[in-house]
């Protein structure tokens, strides 16, 4: 079994950073796909960001492009990377992995087998 959790949550003023890390832990994601997603209260999940399992190829949400990157220094460390933080922001951030490998990378929470418990991020204006 896939173990993840994330860190590096907390509160943040607008305009702001935070980097979130996801480790992973009971087997070697070496061909996995990793994404972030998050969810506000009343919200459903949303989709932010997935990263191929070499770390070559990322894909990001509407919403976080051009502020948010994600990356992953080795099989079971991802990170986000988010910077001019907007009150809008504010979520449970959750990390996720696929094991269906190949060039293919979900964007669908449907599609991803393994979840982390979340961290909270709050931007306050």
């Known amino acids: 079994q896939v173990q993840l959790v994330e860190s590096g949550g907390g509160l943040v003023q607008a305009g702001g950073s935070l980097r979130l890390s996801c480790a992973a832990s009971?087997?070697?994601?070496?061909?996995?796909?990793m994404g972030w997603f998050r969810q506000a209260p009343g919200k459903e999940r949303e989709f932010l960001a997935a990263?191929?399992?070499?770390?070559?190829?990322t894909y990001y949400g509407d919403s976080v492009k051009g502020r948010f990157t994600i990356s992953r220094d080795n099989a079971n460390s991802m990170y986000l990377q988010m910077n001019n933080l907007r009150p809008e922001d504010t979520a449970v951030y959750y990390c996720?992995?696929?094991?269906?490998?190949?060039?293919?990378?979900?964007?669908?929470?449907?599609?991803?087998?393994?979840w982390g418990q979340g961290t909270q991020v709050t931007v306050s204006s």
């Open positions: 996720a992995a696929d094991s269906q490998g190949g060039i293919y990378i979900p964007k669908r929470s449907d599609e991803y087998e393994y």
């Open positions: 009971g087997r070697t994601l070496n061909t996995y796909a």
């Open positions: 990263i191929s399992w070499s770390g070559r190829i």
